[in-house]
């Protein structure tokens, strides 16, 4: 029997209302001895505790199946002061409860298949999204939108293996003489579809960890004023003297909804300062990573900065007030700027899929080798047998994204379609 575990689900602190979530196989019996009687859904009770009443609650009970880890789950909604959530916590640890480990309600679902790997991560992505898109995406992935891609693409190269498997140990029976047609057409279809997700995969990526944009150009063009702007604060030093900026400085903001790291960097120029060598070399590779660069230029001539814009990278005069310039002191074009960037970036989140983390991107990769290995030894008759291991291999790439394959799939397939289980 395990154990029955309990732990604030709500945030530490005062609030008016905390929630005490309760889990396991005990849970109506310890949430009994501190209610009296459980409601069959939901009511109103007093808790107690040695004849002390601790707090009146509402208490809402979930059977085993119906609740979040798929067990019997009791959740005490109660007042939320530090005295009331320690004491009801010491009752339910006396009563025979166990403090829960970091994580481990969401463990318990995934055990008992209430979410999948991919699920968990969404929702793990979803407590720690700070912006619309992020929330968006992490949704998404929680909601199952990347379970459901790879349940198809299974389903597609289960069928494929089946029919190759059949024609290889069921020869004599009714089977179609030549199945390459359709295994050639579930094989080409997944791998399509494969390809389409790991491109979007990179940009889905930068939506979850945030996307960066470099503010580059010589030293006193206005950077860190620029950067000041932008973060509504005095985020980096300013000042007449040139060389001031000597590291990166990162902040950290949300533009419309998009999560978006901007960089100040130091002043590129020739200079015989070790330390600031060191910073514009830093710089540079920061600026060439950072999926927009904002050049800030006294001619809008870049030229000698040692970086070379791309397609949609912004090159505007810096401490300016007419067009074609930027003045993080008056905020003159810094509308302009901010829209260039969000209509870039929302073109890119466009390209998005299900995908969102490098895992989930490698076990593609694998599975993508694996099947492009099955292509290459389709037009050999005599090795199915290694085309069908090749699939196999490809689905326990996919098992990894989801954690879940077998090979009952694969014979149940075979049976039910062929009607071999005579």
Same mark, same amino acid.
Request: net charge negative.
């Given at each position: ?240 003297? %040139?060389?001031?900026? $000597?590291?990166?400085?990162? =902040?950290?903001?949300?533009?419309? /909804?998009?999560? !978006?790291?901007?960089? #100040? *960097? ?22 060439? %990573?950072?999926?927009? $660069?904002?050049?800030?230029? =006294?001619?809008?001539?870049?030229? /000698?900065?040692? !970086?070379?814009?791309? #397609? *949609? ?110």
């Amino acid at each position: 029997m395990s154990d029955t575990i309990f732990a604030l689900a709500s945030a530490r602190g005062k609030a008016g209302v905390s929630v005490i979530r309760l889990s396991g196989e005990q849970a109506f019996d310890i949430a009994a001895k501190l209610c009296g009687d459980v409601p069959k859904d939901r009511g109103l009770r007093f808790l107690r505790a040695d004849g002390v009443v601790l707090d009146q609650a509402l208490v809402l009970t979930f059977v085993q199946g119906a609740s979040f880890t798929g067990e019997q789950v009791v959740e005490f909604q109660c007042h939320g002061s530090p005295a009331v959530i320690a004491s009801v916590c010491e009752a339910l640890s006396v009563a025979g409860g166990r403090l829960a480990d970091p994580g481990e309600f969401t463990r318990r679902a995934l055990e008992n298949e209430r979410l999948d790997l991919s699920q968990v991560e969404g929702l793990s992505d979803l407590i720690e999204a700070e912006t619309e898109a992020q929330r968006k995406q992490a949704f998404a992935l929680m909601d199952g939108g990347l379970t459901q891609k790879v349940e198809r693409w299974r389903t597609d190269l289960i069928r494929a293996a089946a029919l190759i498997e059949a024609t290889i140990d069921f020869a004599d029976e009714d089977v179609p003489v030549d199945v390459s047609p359709e295994v050639s057409a579930l094989i080409i279809g997944v791998s399509e579809d494969l390809s389409q997700e790991i491109r979007g995969s990179f940009v889905a990526e930068r939506v979850r960890d945030g996307f960066e944009v470099a503010i580059i150009g010589p030293p006193n063009i206005g950077k860190s004023t620029l950067l000041n702007a932008l973060a509504g604060r005095q985020a980096a030093i300013t000042s007449e003297i %040139a060389g001031t900026t $000597r590291d990166v400085i990162e =902040v950290r903001m949300d533009l419309e /909804g998009i999560p !978006v790291t901007v960089l #100040d *960097t130091a002043g590129l120029r020739e200079t015989d300062d070790t330390i600031e060598a060191l910073g514009i070399d830093l710089a540079r590779k920061r600026a060439e %990573a950072a999926d927009i $660069r904002v050049f800030l230029t =006294v001619d809008e001539n870049t030229g /000698g900065f040692g !970086v070379f814009p791309q #397609d *949609t990278d912004l090159i505007l005069k810096g401490k300016a007030d007419e067009g074609g310039g930027v003045s993080g002191k008056t905020g003159a074009g810094l509308d302009q700027m901010i829209g260039h960037i969000t209509q870039i970036l929302s073109t890119r989140i466009a390209l998005t899929q299900s995908a969102v983390r490098l895992r989930h991107r490698t076990a593609m990769e694998d599975a993508m080798g694996y099947i492009t290995a099955a292509v290459a030894l389709m037009d050999d008759e005599d090795d199915g047998a290694l085309v069908a291991m090749e699939l196999n291999t490809a689905l326990h790439a996919m098992n990894s994204i989801i954690g879940r394959v077998g090979v009952e799939d694969l014979l149940d397939e075979i049976f039910a379609s062929f009607c071999l289980g005579k």
